[in-house]
């Protein structure tokens, strides 16, 4: 029997950050994040940069090294009360503007206020991106059945320490590529006074990284798609890699590697 629900190093769970707008705290926040090896991403507004408070277009490539860099528009507008033509130059134009300084594709979004319809998912997917974020707790640690309206788990004041918990414990019972989503502003941090909070977070979840794989949103959509081109007989006693990347199996009770193009076989089907 062969299953999946299983990430890199073959951890049960995925843990990912996911920060809006590019204020100058997010300088503070990768910090702290990288200090306990925490992965993330950040979305940013391009017309913004280098604006009093904010980051600047130079110093992305370096700032967030390690972490995925992604669109937020150009200026944070209302994207489903503008023209399609407006619409698609506010995601167009910050894709471009943001990997010309990141120096490598930028390839999901944002929505800003979290507010999106169809025909702004339809735009986003017209320029190459692969994936959106809301800003609607799920509460839940399901992959989204459509990455245009991914819903993260909870936004970091919604208790996200007991959050963090509970997802440990879960993950312990139950496979299935669990994943903690966990969003929000670093200015709140900074607004709030309560830097103590994300840096406490960070440390009890480090302290499982023997169970959680730290990701951005990208590396968590690549592998989820690298799982969806496996090719299995109808009987799950034979899985073939088809992805360009390792995916990790239970084979027989054993969670094994899977190398591109490698082929796993079971002694006993379903
Ligand atoms: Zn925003």
């Not at 894709?95 to 930028?106: C, K």
């Not at 997802?167 to 103590?196: A, C, Q, T």
């Not at 959509?221 to 390792?246: C, E, I, K, P």
Request: hydrophobic share 35%.
């Amino acid at each position: 029997m062969i299953r999946t629900g299983y990430y890199p190093g073959g951890k049960p769970g995925a843990l990912t950050l996911s920060y809006d707008d590019g204020r100058e705290y997010d300088r503070r926040l990768v910090e702290i994040m990288n200090r306990y090896g925490l992965k993330g991403t950040f979305h940013l507004n391009s017309a913004n940069l280098g604006r009093p408070g904010y980051v600047t277009g130079e110093e992305l490539a370096e700032l967030y090294a390690g972490h995925e860099i992604s669109c937020h528009t150009c200026t944070h507008p209302f994207l489903p009360r503008m023209s399609r033509e407006a619409m698609l130059a506010e995601i167009w134009e910050d894709r471009r503007a943001l990997e010309s300084y990141a120096g490598r594709p930028v390839v999901s979004m944002s929505y800003p206020f979290g507010d999106y319809d169809a025909q702004v998912q339809e735009t986003l997917r017209a320029c190459g991106l692969l994936y959106s974020r809301t800003v609607r707790s799920t509460y839940s640690y399901s992959l989204p059945e459509d990455f245009t309206a991914w819903h993260p788990t909870c936004h970091h004041r919604e208790d996200v320490l007991a959050r963090l918990d509970h997802f440990l414990s879960y993950i312990g019972r139950f496979r299935g590529g669990r994943v903690l989503y966990v969003w929000g502003h670093s200015y709140e941090f900074h607004d709030n006074d309560n830097w103590d909070l994300i840096e406490e977070f960070c440390r009890k979840a480090a302290a499982a990284a023997d169970r959680v794989w730290f990701a951005t949103g990208l590396e968590i959509y690549d592998y989820a798609r690298a799982v969806s081109m496996l090719r299995f007989d109808a009987g799950m006693t034979q899985a073939t890699n088809l992805s360009g990347q390792t995916v990790w199996l239970e084979v027989d009770g054993q969670v094994v590697p899977v190398t591109p193009g490698e082929t796993v076989r079971s002694l006993s089907g379903r």
